[in-house]
């Protein structure tokens, strides 16, 4: 293996057919210098017998599983006359029909994490566990402060969490930002993986020059998760991890993406809207997930921030940028928010051919915000 990947731009195709696939029974891994795939085959070896665990401890093996996961499908031809006909296509995880976006990576990254999608959903531990690094690993849940340091920690997590799962249990991404160096990958958890309902997590990840993940890190709205169980599951302040560890892998985003991020960010710290929409495209969409908002247009999106500086997380004096993730065509970056009720969260960015900002979604624990604080998000996206 050489020197890491470098960045591409976009678009980027989606996976091929099922013929064009990688056995069941292999681990990708990435050559940089060409953006190859090349295989390996590994021991198939699924059958983790859990030991008897707490509630905790199983729903801490969960945050692992639930943070990194994924699949994807290239959906059959439509056909208004036969909606009972037999469905078929390719599947980027075996039986998910959802087509994720890739328009902001490039092929070696969707290639390279489609097998840990899988193993997640077929719950094979041995393959999972071969896509994380045993030299340096950092797992972080940012909503429940759940982490893990070793990789035997975290695959001890998950050997007592498989059992507890639906049987049709899947995780599967929707979108795919950055490439082999760092990404943030979009995935969901489907129900009875992570609490009742679907999770949908937005993780920070980084590899090695070899294609094993580093340090992963899971964003995403408690609120889907309830309140209640949040408060309950969550770590003890004193348990807190006090270092996200970003520094143990550094900054290797792309020089593009982390000049973006720096100048949005500092400008959002200012308080200076108008210098942040330069950055942004015409037609740009912003979104943020725990205030269920999604606004079009540069014109509309500065209004919108104009008015709802004060209360936004990461925006306004305090707010910081933690790590930066990613490619010249997608990525973000991690932040904190030192006078929000809203400690931390993180931001994906989409880049157009111009650098220009053209889809920012914004995500954070809602649980922290009352419902005025949420109710007011809304009340400030009304234009008159």
Known sequence: MTGPLPHHARPCPLPGPRSARLPPDTVVGIRHNHHTIESRTIVKNDTETGRGTTRRQLLRGAAVGTTAVAALSLLPAVDARADSRPRGGAQYVDGVDVVPDTSHTDQALVEHVRGYFQAKSDRNLDRQMSYFSRERFTYIDAILGWHWYTWQDMRTA??????????????????????????????????????????????????????????????????????????????????????????????????????????????????????????????????????????TSRTSIQTFLTKAASVLPYVGAGTGVRHVLGNDTGGGYEWTAANSPVPRGITALELDPWGRIERLTAVWNGAYADNAMLTSFAQKAIEH
């Open 158 to 295: 998950l050997a007592g969490w498989y059992p507890t799962w639906p049987k049709d249990s899947k995780c599967y991404p929707t979108r795919i930002l950055g490439d082999a160096t760092s990404a943030i990958l979009v995935f969901t958890d489907t129900p009875g993986m992570f609490g009742p309902g679907q999770v949908r997590n937005f993780g920070a990840v980084n590899f090695d020059r070899h294609g094993r993940v580093e340090r992963w890190v899971d964003y995403w709205d408690a609120r889907q998760f309830g309140v209640t169980g949040w408060q309950q599951e969550q770590e003890p302040s004193a348990q807190w991890p006090s270092d996200f560890r970003q520094s143990t892998v550094g900054e290797t985003a792309a020089p593009l993406m982390r000049r973006v991020v720096a100048e949005l960010a500092t400008a959002l710290r200012a308080g200076d809207i108008p210098a942040a929409m330069r950055l942004f495209s015409t037609d740009a969409v912003y979104e943020d997930v725990p205030a269920h908002i999604q606004i």
